[in-house]
């Protein structure tokens, strides 16, 4: 179990193997940061898929608007929506996507993050400086390594639960 410094700033992701601890990085992108947190309290990430999980890559998820149904069709539609709080704007930084770190999913549009976020599965630098970095897997990559792969997956694991350290 990783020492976790800062609970406020850190996010405990319930997966069907184990806990990933995410460090956050308020420092480098405190909007991004906050928008996890807020939506992580309002339990808004409990039990969404990884609608999109590439072998090599990443595995994404946090559609809150789509991502949590039970139905067929809805997480066929997961990866399309967000929350109902407004786009973040961009918070590009130096860091660089590697390994275990979280990266803000968006559209064409650099400001248009909202709760989708996805895990680097390797070092991917051709992301670094469009895609915003706020935190990093501390503990449990493991269990994001055992993510059912697919586009969707045919069987997508869920994000139990989600909450911030300090909460816990």
Known sequence: MAEINDPENTILIELKDGTVTVELLPDVAPKHVERMKELARAG??????????IDGFMAQTGDVANGNAEKDFNIRMAGTGGSDLPDLPAEFSKLPHDRGTIGAARSQNPNSANSQFFINFSDNHFLNGQYTVYGRVI????????????????NPDRMISVKVAADV
Do not use: L
């Open 44 to 53: 808004a990430y409990d039990n969404v898929v990884f609608h999109r999980v």
């Open 139 to 154: 503990d449990g990559m493991e269990h994001v390594d055992a993510i059912q792969r697919g586009e969707p997956p045919m």
